[in-house]
């Protein structure tokens, strides 16, 4: 008897879990768009708009009249959670007046069948035929008894309603007469950029309705193909400055690329604000390019560490870009993960320019967020949202974590021309000019293993994708402020959840520096690491324990420390006070001691990938490309 009873337990609970999970599947709706000609056109650029374009069905046809609707058979499949969007309206203004009747008895109809199904609906009208009235200037808005029967019916009935003859009309008006034809391809069709707008403003009222609003992204870029023989290419975004003015550049194959109104390059695009309608590229070479509107949210002396700073933004996958004036040390977090570590943190030169930084490819549900700032400041210039590189193959993406031998100092810029044992440098910094990768360094100074984990890399474990890279190194802080046996734990949580997403880990032990374990003055030997050796070879067990890849920068280093000698070191690899001519900041690296210290990193992932080796996990590092 108590089987049979466990064995029912167990079948309703199945049922239960198979009734749950059809619910949250039958919430997951559908769009559904009948119309005629002019829905069909922008139809096309909505499905850009979807996350998973089977949930949506752009069912407009050319010719098509609304009272047609109810008879489709991909209308009977209609159910809860779907939204269905109707734009009619082109083809019955050249109907007699009277069948204007037969038009609301359709409206009637076709609405009450979709509530009955418990789906939404949302109307759009027609767009504007091309009207433009020179005398005045402006765009006569498309007027007729169809038009105007559906916005009445709409409000009647609190239904949404979108104005896409209002739209257009303004467009055109903006345009002027001379720029119609970057609104209208010809008297009864818009251009490619214009239904791109319209469906845009449709997305903006589907992002409204819940059941939907995970099927959608956001995808305002356009791209061209550069011609042979082309040196600067003008292009009209008379449209998209409707939203914003300012504007994201990414080239594809581009060399000298500059743009007129450039606000910042941040390596990875410009940013530039459109002149006069318009956003003008030059370069000496490029294959194609693609131009993003960019969403600026002004924190400007907000002090986001007491109250974050919220605004909203539409779902997609963005790249977010903050800059920070004031030269003090800051990390920004994004709805509670961390882009971005030691901002304008200056180390040993003075910060002029403002510190930008830029976090690849965050992926945004989109609705309300909050930024906030922790550190010496609270002060950011602006949020900036930008859609993702589309037109260049991902690159790999490497994120870092660790202390502040490997973090960024600003400004970033080194140019290998600094003096000597100047110019305080983390050696993450300058990873990018040895990897053809994209590297978001996280690293902050003064952190340890256990407080990184904490608050820096859960923004790993969400935007982590398969494929990418994880470098950690920690030791150094954890002498004083951790034990080994907590360092140790913390770094192996984050190998564990780093390779459940797919990530791949490589630990790494802190370089020996002239400020610990060396022993006498002049030696020559290898140094211990002192009172750290126990730190940095608990890395090295770490890795031999998880079988993860792991880079010995603590023999690499001292191996070759050994060699220069302790007073080389000094002078070269560290911080030389040069006004006292002797030994200053022993513990951190000069420029050129980074740049040493990232080649041996280096060296150690090359011999990673020349060997073909394999993590426990089955991991390669073949797909990273060394320059």
């Keep these: 008897m108590k089987r049979v009873l466990s064995l029912f337990l167990i079948i309703c609970i199945f049922l239960s879990s198979f009734a749950i999970v059809c619910a949250e599947e039958e919430l997951k709706g559908t769009v559904y768009l009948f119309g005629d000609d002019w829905a069909k056109a922008w139809g096309e650029s909505l499905n850009g708009f979807m996350y998973d374009p089977v949930r949506f069905k752009n069912l407009a046809e050319s010719g098509d009249l609304l009272t047609r609707v109810a008879k489709k058979e991909a209308f009977s499949h209609i159910k809860k959670g779907d939204v269905v969007i109707l734009s009619y309206g082109i083809l019955e203004k050249d109907r007699p007046s009277d069948k204007n009747a037969e038009f609301k008895k359709a409206l009637e109809e076709v609405t009450e069948a979709i509530a009955k199904n418990g789906a939404e609906v949302i109307f ?31 409000k009647s009935k609190a239904v949404t309603y ?35 707008m319209c469906a845009y403003e449709v997305f903006l009222a589907l992002n409204e309705i819940a059941t939907v609003r995970d099927n959608l992204k956001i995808s305002l870029s356009r791209t061209y193909t550069i011609q042979p023989g082309e040196w600067n290419k003008s292009f009209d ?45 030059s370069f000496t070479s490029c294959e194609a390019l693609q131009i993003t509107p960019v969403f600026t949210f002004n924190a400007n002396a907000f002090a986001t560490k007491d109250t974050p700073f919220k605004a909203t933004a539409l779902p997609g996958e963005y790249d977010i870009t903050v800059r920070k004036t004031e030269p003090l040390k800051a990390s920004v977090y994004f709805d509670n993960y961390l882009i971005a570590s030691n901002l304008d943190m200056p180390g040993t030169q003075q910060v002029v320019d403002a510190a930008i930084h830029t976090f690849d490819r965050y992926h945004f549900t989109g609705g309300e967020f909050n930024v906030t700032v922790k550190g010496l400041t609270d002060k950011l210039d602006f949020i900036m949202l930008r859609e993702s590189n589309i037109i260049n193959e991902k690159k790999p993406r490497i994120f870092m974590g660790g202390d502040s031998t490997v973090c960024n100092y600003y400004p970033l810029l080194r140019t290998g021309q600094e003096a000597d044992g100047t110019v305080m440098t983390g050696w993450g910094m300058l990873l990018e000019k040895y990897v053809d990768a994209r590297v978001m360094n996280l690293a902050a100074s003064g952190d340890w293993a256990e407080n990184w984990l904490i608050n820096s890399f859960p923004v790993i474990e969400k935007e982590g994708e398969k494929g990418d890279i994880f470098i950690v190194q920690f030791g150094i ?38 400020g610990y374990g060396w022993g006498e003055e002049g030696d020559m030997g290898k140094s211990d690491g002192g009172a750290y050796s126990e730190f940095f070879d608990a890395v090295r067990l770490l890795a031999e324990e998880k079988g993860c890849f792991y880079v010995d920068l603590t023999d690499l280093s001292s191996g070759w420390f050994s060699e220069v000698g302790r007073s080389e070191v000094y002078k070269l690899y560290h911080l030389w006070d040069y006004e006292k001519n002797a030994p200053g900041d022993m513990m951190h690296l000069s420029s050129r001691g980074a740049d040493a210290m990232c080649s041996f990193f280096v060296l150690g992932i090359r011999k990673i990938i020349e060997a073909n080796a394999t993590d426990k996990w089955g991991n390669t590092l073949n797909h990273l490309k060394i320059w």
Excluded at 168 to 192: C, F, H, P, V
């Design 124 to 154: 759009a009208s027609v767009c504007s035929t091309m009207r433009f009235n020179t005398l005045t200037g402006q765009m006569a808005e498309t007027k007729n008894f169809y038009t105007e029967t559906t916005r009445n019916f709409a």
């Design 237 to 281: 975004v008379t449209v998209e400055n409707r939203l914003t003015d300012t504007f994201a550049v990414y080239a594809k194959g581009g060399v000298g690329v500059a743009c007129e109104g450039m606000l910042f390059d941040d390596g990875k695009a410009i940013v530039t604000k459109s002149v006069n309608g318009k956003v003008n590229v």
């Design 162 to 196: 979108i104005d896409l003859a209002a739209l257009t009309a303004t467009m055109a008006t903006r345009a002027g007469s001379n720029g119609a034809s970057s609104i209208y391809k010809s008297t009864l069709s818009l251009t490619e950029a214009a239904n791109k």
């Design 477 to 514: 802080n954890d002498h004083d402020k951790s034990t080994v046996e907590k360092m140790k734990a913390s770094l192996g949580e984050m190998l564990d959840r780093s390779v459940a997403k797919g990530i791949i880990p490589i630990l790494v032990s802190p370089q020996i520096s002239a």
